[in-house]
């Protein structure tokens, strides 16, 4: 039976104006109260189960890679959708809403095969950034945690547990938002959100958040952005995926109706300021983020998929021949 045919997301509001900022949760994973209390603590000890997924893929250089063809590590080919799906749904997603450009959706949606009734699709009318692609979604997403990721990147994990496992199961342990970074050499900082904290007691590759910049300086990471144990000229930079909080949607929101479509509207900004008032966390993933977009950014996460695959051996004899004969 084929599946059926995709939805556009809802244009019901279900997200109160009030921002997070002006408020403080027991757990950012519990019921928010809006009325203005302050609760006596921040944590909540119980696992939070993480249902929803949302994966933007409406930039001008997103659209048409989460399309493109590779063979994935079983050996069968598949678009990067249906990769970013799977990776999604071993998660313990269930639904996953898609924001694309308009008129993008027919074209994710077969690009999705056997998961398109999986997804929920939204338009981003306007290329207002980041930050708007992640508030456009507000009406499809319930007031729940949900997994964040980008559409133009694909993870490769060096354990059984796919790298979108490892972050659900830390965020719901944890209760709380956590982004997942990946300790990246200083030269690629200009393409990344960068974090800087300290490192959580007890806690291996888990960090409490004291800052976030977008796209530091070299300089400007030196200075406020330095993680004790990295290796000198390395910084947490953002791996392209996070579990975050309802309350990011309210930080958004004040951040659009300031903005009244000027444009320029970041994620990471509406991060930061999450990072004041809840408990939100970075996490060290068992894998590693391959970005489309970069130069040879395609041939790299098919060589990664490949090696991490079933065809490892054979990958491995044709590079060493290729290599061979390059010296030859």
Avoid at 158 to 184: I, K, P
Avoid at 271 to 294: I, M
Wanted: charged fraction near 20%.
């Amino acid at each position: 039976m084929p599946p059926d045919p995709p939805q556009l997301g809802s244009a019901r509001k279900l997200f109160s104006p009030e921002s997070a900022v002006e408020r403080s949760h027991p757990s950012p994973f519990d019921s928010a109260p809006r009325d203005g209390s302050i609760p006596t603590t921040r944590h909540n000890p119980h696992p939070v189960e993480i249902k929803q997924a949302l994966i933007t893929a409406a930039g001008a250089s997103q659209r048409s890679l989460p399309l493109q063809n590779l063979v994935d590590r079983d050996g069968t080919p598949k678009t990067a959708l249906q990769i970013l799906a799977e990776e999604v749904l071993e998660a313990g997603i269930e639904s996953i809403v898609l924001v694309v450009a308009p008129g993008d959706a027919p074209a994710f949606a077969k690009a999705a095969g056997p998961y398109a009734s999986r997804f929920d699709f939204v338009e981003q009318t306007q290329p207002l950034g980041y930050g708007h692609a992640v508030w456009t979604a507000r009406n499809a997403l319930s007031e729940k945690p949900f997994l964040l990721l980008v559409g133009d990147h694909l993870y490769v994990s060096r354990t059984h547990d796919r790298c979108a496992q490892q972050l659900v199961r830390v965020a719901s342990t944890q209760a709380c938002a956590v982004s997942a970074v990946q300790a990246t050499h200083e030269s690629k900082l200009p393409l990344y959100g960068t974090v800087g904290g300290r490192l959580t007691a007890g806690q291996r590759g888990l960090y409490d958040i004291n800052e976030i910049l977008e796209k530091p300086t070299p300089t400007e990471a030196e200075q406020r952005l330095i993680v004790p144990g990295l290796r000198a000229g390395h910084y947490l930079c953002f791996f392209g995926m996070h579990v975050l909080t309802p309350s990011v949607m309210d930080i958004l929101e004040k951040e659009v109706s300031a903005n009244a479509g000027k444009g320029g509207i970041h994620l990471t900004p509406a991060l930061a300021k999450l990072a004041v008032h809840e408990r939100y966390l970075a996490a060290e993933l068992q894998g590693r983020r391959y970005d489309l977009g970069l130069k040879y950014g395609l041939l790299s996460a098919q060589l990664a998929l490949a090696l991490n695959g079933q065809d490892r051996d054979e990958v491995l004899s044709g590079l060493v021949e290729m290599l061979a004969r390059r010296e030859a």
